[in-house]
Each structure stands twice: as C-alpha cells, then as structure tokens.
Nanobody, 118 residues
C-alpha cells in the first residue's frame, strides 16, 4: 500500500498562512482522488479538500475560499495552501488517497498538527 507522509504543520497566528505537503511513496495518478481531512479534539474527522484524478477539486464549506488544494503528479505530492487561518482551523490534518477500486481501502498519512492561536 502507498505510504503518505505529511509535513508543513505548525503554529501560526490568526490570519496567517501555512502550506501542507503530502508526499506519496508511489504514483498519485493511480488514485481516484487525493485529499485532506482534519480532526480536532472531540470532533469527528471532516473533509477539508479533495482533488480528483482529472484535476477538479472540492472543498468543505468552512474552508472554501481560504484553502487551495493542488497536486504535482511528477513529484507525487499533494499540497494544501491555507490562508486567512482561524483558531477553529486548529486540528490534526491528514492526507488521504482513495483508490479507483471501491474494494480497496483508503490510504492515510500519520497526520500533521496545525495550531492557530495568538
């Protein structure tokens, strides 16, 4: 199974920006979609953004207009540019790879912490 490694998390003040990266051990083009999810303490894991094999993307309502997902198929890396960060964006962010076959499980990274506070 593909290995996913996130990086780029950290602490930032409200209104600041961060860029997360997700490096895959194999070709990300082989997946139906790549995405970012997040989970805050006491909350369920929620969708942040996904980018599909053909390039179209979708976003969760709370981040639309502030976050941008992108992919580099040659580097097998997916990015999440996060702007205008808010304290409620504080969470562990997970990279996700969804196989084309629905009988195969999703792959997940280990997560990277993002903390937004003053």
């Amino acid at each position: 199974q593909v290995q996913l490694v996130e990086s780029g998390g950290g602490w930032v003040q409200p209104g600041g920006s961060l860029r997360l990266s997700c490096a895959a051990s194999g070709s990300i083009f082989s997946f139906s979609s790549m995405g970012w999810y997040r989970q805050a303490p006491g909350n369920e894991r929620e969708l942040v953004a996904t980018i599909h094999r053909v390039g179209s993307s979708s976003y969760g309502d709370s981040v639309r207009g502030r976050f941008t997902i992108s992919r580099d198929n040659f580097k097998n890396t997916v990015y999440l540019q996060m702007n205008s960060l808010k304290p409620e964006d504080t969470a562990v962010y997970y990279c996700n790879a969804r196989p084309v076959s629905t009988t195969e499980p999703d792959a997940w990274g280990q997560g990277t912490q993002v903390t937004v506070s003053s």
